[in-house]
């Protein structure tokens, strides 16, 4: 059985001398106790009445709830209890509960004031409980509310004996479901039932939200600060089912396009499209469905990088105590938990990569350790005789076993396998999430891996159809994301992502999609009223772009189709003052849309050209305003200097090191140059070493920052400091930020070498002001073993 237990005032109810007694017993010493005590009993209240302070309080208990250090003093309390409950399983007196033979035994889970104990059903652990209550009751200071506890009971437990058990609990009611840090404690069949307050939740808060005197970007935020985050904590733990997920996506979509006389208005644009991230042509909300999935696989990153957790050992002794949770096969009694787990595992599956260290725990055949390769498994064929099994059996001393590759493994996969950097410190292997920068799973990065897939998949679904409109994705992208940059209010970007995407109500688009109304334009008479006629190609229209400041001529040809008239002008955005006439150019489009409005529903009659060329600069003047001021009152980050020439490096017994890399098209080796300056000696040399090239001029340079340490390790200097050229990697040291498993342990063997110096750090420089070790690096490319040379102080 489970019993859930509520504490009456908990952290108000605190005696001060059990507290400081167990961080006595805990081990702090006594200068913090005094400090915490003090922090008790110097706490004083005061009350405002009619605006006026008048009197204190010095309170008993000193610190209240509320207070941003009674949480944490509750937790010193609650160990207590946690003991206690500890020495009654210790001396047999209660017994917990065990998912599995081989689990761990749990007999309570604490979250601040929350418990949770567990027991077996009967009376004479009840009993023990009740003791075990009373007496931390008695030393505390706390009190149990037994009105509204609750005790769970497992399927097996009679009712006779369930009456006996509540009796001895103090008469603690029996609960058939029930919360726990605000989840269900008990999933039943019904999902919909269980799992449905959150769409209740959901439509609550939208309804309490005045839909009308929102403008839609006002309704964007909205949705996103507030709706989308309602369901994250209960989609981290368990899958919702697929028509929940529909639900809620389908709340959100009614709330953002509005309703009118208690009826929702058209959805010009499927929620899929608005779901898609703002440079694929969305509006950046999230699919529900998918965000599910993506939280989910945080758990299952978390139960496969860190075993000793908890909830780790709990759900790996039940359905996988000798399998990997990549591996293991889902047994038709599982619980829900685990089945949203299960369903996420294909996620994780398609990102990760094993970061080979020893290779003591990777399979050579069934794992995914080669970068760079649609599976990332070797695509050679296991040989009969092959008894090969380990990747640790292809490494001899930290480096690879080259005969034995090329014997057992084609070309390809030879060479894939021989480019994986090795670590230095034989560390153990590791899983790298691919699509993150750093190879740590977050759920962003897993979301957005996620929906890259299910574009890919669509993608493929339409090859073969044929499209009036071919623009290529990166030119498409570049034209969301100059949209998205645009200097102007956010409710005119919205308005001009939903003429490109057709979302507009122009009178043709609403007669096609409801058969009612006139198509023609109210402005000319004489044409459908499109989004291209309204805003391009209406009379009235080209009244006003001829008084336009700003001329689309080389556009002029796109004015048929929209988006490509503006994808056309979105190039202007290189030019001096480009985004300026972009953004110029919105707040007019803005401007001919609101002047039909007012001629479509209030009778308005037209204001002259030059007065909407006026209207809508004083609009992008004032926006412009308003970013100049902001840039006007923020602070400048400062930026360090790395020009190392200004730096003075004449310490005593410092050692300066210049390091630069030369490849040869067509050769596999890399030609690495280092000029070394001793200040003790006042010398100078030169290294020429050579090693073999990984084909990426970044990791060659890593590598060769790692092979300068390992010899000036060798050489016991302990003052260094090496300069480089590359920036991208010295971005990557300095922030510790891998673009890839490779990157990952050559960084973090070059981590382990710079620990060994008394004073080690790298400096970014140009290349020109390291002409004598480029010139090095050039040399070295002809040479067949490494060189040291003296070179003449002067350089």
């Known amino acids: 059985m489970a019993i859930k237990l ?35 009993k110097t706490v004083s209240y005061s009350f405002n009445c009619n605006g006026e302070v008048k009197g204190f309080v010095t309170p008993e208990r000193g610190i209240r709830q509320g207070d941003p250090l009674s949480p944490y003093l509750f937790l010193i ?42 027991c077996k059903a009967n009376k004479n652990e009840a009993v023990e409980i009740m003791k075990v209550l009373k007496t931390y009751e008695n030393a505390s200071g706390q009190l149990v509310n037994l009105d509204k506890s609750a005790v769970f009971f497992s399927k097996n437990v009679d009712d006779e004996q369930k009456k ?22 008990v999933v039943s069949r019904s999902k919909e039932q269980i799992f449905g307050f959150v769409r209740d939740n959901i439509r609550k808060r939208c309804q309490n939200w005045k839909n009308k005197l929102l403008s839609p970007a006002g309704k964007e935020v909205l949705l996103k600060a507030v709706v989308m985050v309602m369901p994250t904590y209960v989609m981290s733990c368990f899958k919702l089912s697929r028509r929940l997920c529909k639900d809620i996506c389908s709340l959100m979509a009614n709330f953002w396009w509005g309703e009118a006389n208690g009826k929702n208005k058209m959805h010009w644009l499927s929620w899929k499209k608005m779901a898609m991230a703002k440079s694929a042509g969305g509006l950046g909300f999230k699919d529900i469905e998918a965000f599910n999935q993506a939280l989910l696989g945080k758990q299952v990153w ?27 096969s889902l047994p038709r009694n599982a619980s829900w938990n685990w089945q949203g787990l299960m369903g996420a595992r294909s996620l994780i599956n398609a990102g990760i990569i094993r970061r080979i260290g020893n290779g003591r725990s990777t399979n050579i055949w069934s794992h995914k350790w080669i970068p760079d390769t ?96 071919t623009a290529s994705d990166s030119e498409l992208a570049q034209m969301w994301n100059t949209l998205w940059s645009l200097n102007i209010k956010h409710k005119i970007k919205i308005f001009i992502w939903k003429c ?66 503006w994808l056309r002008i979105s190039e202007a955005r290189h030019r001096t003052e480009g985004m300026e006439h972009i953004g110029l150019t919105a707040n007019i489009l803005w401007q001919v849309w609101k002047e039909r409005n007012k001629r479509e529903f209030e009778n308005a009659t037209f204001d002259p050209p030059f007065k909407s060329i006026r209207k809508a600069h004083s609009e992008w003047l004032e926006q412009q305003q308003i970013e100049y001021k902001e840039k006007g009152e923020s602070t400048d980050e400062t930026v360090p200097r790395q020009d190392a020439q200004n730096q003075n490096y004449g310490n005593e017994g410092e050692v300066l090191m210049e390091v630069t890399t030369s490849t040869k098209q067509g050769q596999l080796f890399v030609g690495i140059g280092v000029t070394v300056q001793l200040f003790a000696s006042n010398t100078m040399i030169g290294w020429a070493l050579k090693d073999i090239s990984s084909g990426n001029k970044i990791l060659d340079e890593a590598l060769a920052l790692k092979l300068v340490l390992c010899k000036a390790v060798q050489r016991k200097w ?41 004073m080690c750090s790298f400096v970014l420089d140009r290349e020109e002001n390291m002409i004598v070790s480029k010139t090095l690096s050039v040399d070295t490319l002809s040479i067949i073993v490494d060189e040291e040379r003296q070179l003449p102080q002067s350089l």
């Open 6 to 40: 509520d504490m009456a005032k908990a952290y108000d109810r605190v005696e001060w001398q059990c507290l400081l007694k167990m961080m006595e017993k805990m081990g702090f010493c006594s200068k913090w106790i005094n400090w915490i005590h003090n922090c008790l």
């Open 77 to 118: 309390c609650s160990e207590g209890f946690s003991n206690l409950l500890r020495r009654a399983e210790e001396s047999k007196r209660i017994q917990g509960l065990k998912i599995s033979r081989l689990g761990p035994v749990l007999t309570h889970l604490f979250f601040a004031d929350d418990s949770i104990i567990f």
């Open 164 to 185: 006996e058990i509540c009796l001895a609990l103090g008469g603690m009611a029996e609960a058939k479901q029930g919360k726990y840090l605000g989840l269900p404690m």
């Open 302 to 328: 978390r139960i496969l990088t860190k075993p000793n957790l908890l909830v780790s050992k709990v759900l790996k002794s039940r359905y996988s105590p000798q399998e990997s949770i990549l591996l293991c």
């Open 374 to 469: 649609d599976t990332g498994k070797p695509t050679t064929r296991r040989g009969n005789h092959c008894e090969l099994e380990k990747v640790e059996e292809l490494i001899s001393q930290h480096r690879w076993n080259r005969n034995i590759i090329f014997r057992f493994f084609n070309s390809n996969d030879a060479q894939k396998i021989l480019a994986i950097p090795l670590s230095l410190a034989g560390r153990e292997d590791s899983f790298y999430w691919q699509p993150k920068v750093g190879g740590m799973y977050t759920v962003n990065s897993g979301y957005k891996f996620l929906m890259k897939q299910h574009r890919k998949r669509g993608r493929r679904r339409q090859e073969g159809a044929s499209s009036s409109y």
């Open 500 to 565: 490109i995407q057709g979302a507009l109500p122009v009178k043709a688009t609403v007669n096609r999609r409801t058969g009612v109304g006139d198509p023609i334009c109210k402005m000319c008479g004489s044409a459908q009223e499109t989004v291209e006629h309204l805003l391009l190609n209406c009379p009235h229209t080209e009244n006003i772009w001829k008084a336009s400041p700003i001329q689309w001529d080389g556009a002029k040809e796109q004015q048929g189709d929209f988006k490509r008239w």
């Open 718 to 758: 302990s003052n260094l400091k090496l300069r480089f050229c590359n920036k991208e990697l010295w971005r990557q040291l300095k922030y510790q930020s891998p673009a890839n498993s490779k990157m990952a342990t050559v960084l973090e063997d070059i981590s382990q070498l710079q620990r060994l110096f008394c």
